[in-house]
Every structure is written in C-alpha cells, then in structure tokens.
C-alpha cells in the first residue's frame, strides 16, 4: 500500500517561504517511471497542479505559478519537499502531494491545509 504524509507550518507570514515535505512509503520515489507532485486546492476553487519531480530527478513546474517555486527531494529518506516563496495570501489552501503513475494521479496525501496570515 503507498501512503503519502504531508508535514509543515500550517499557518506562513505574507512573503515569507512556504515549506512542505511528503513523506512516502510503500514505494521508492526513484521507482522508474513514477513521478511525485504537488497539487494545491484554494477554497472555494478546483483543484491546481504545481510541480513534480520524476524518478530520475528532472523537475518540471506549472508556468501559471505566481509565486517563485522549488522541488526537491531526500532519496535516502523517501521524502521530497516543496518550497514556495514570497507567498500572499492567494497561496491558501489545502495542499496535496501524489503519486502519479501511467499518467494517473494514483495516490494522494490526506492534503494538509496552510494558511497565508499575519
């Protein structure tokens, strides 16, 4: 059974950086052809697919982000993590990270919510 675990500040400052981390098990993230991503839903709104990172490390990004966005990874610990900068309060919402797979989106994280406030 894959599981994918959120972990990360629920509550950020306006334009002070977003950090996330998806902790998975049951799989490697350097399982071939798999890739992981994050994909945000603001409230009220659908849902927003932002980056991923593939197997083999290349990354690739969503060209409507706003705010200046990273994605890493950790292959010893089977994490890989999301960094997003200057947020404003548009960066509020439920944040998700998935496994995708033959070009489903196949597991999900519970989401875990963050907040853009001072």
């Known amino acids: 059974q894959v599981q994918l675990q959120e972990s990360g500040p629920g509550l950020v400052k306006p334009s002070q950086t977003l950090s996330l981390t998806c902790t998975v098990s049951g799989d490697s993230i350097t399982t071939k052809y798999s890739a992981w991503t994050w994909i945000r839903q603001p409230p009220g709104k659908g849902l927003e697919w932002m980056v991923g990172i593939a197997y083999d490390g290349n990354t690739y990004y969503s060209p409507s982000l706003k705010s200046p966005t990273s994605i890493s990874r950790d292959t010893s610990k089977n994490q890989f993590s999301l960094q997003l900068s200057s947020v404003t309060p548009e960066d509020t919402a439920v944040y998700y990270c998935?496994?995708?797979?033959?070009?489903?989106?196949?597991?999900w994280g519970q989401g875990t919510q963050v907040t853009v406030s001072s």
């Open positions: 998935v496994r995708d797979y033959g070009y489903k989106h196949d597991y």
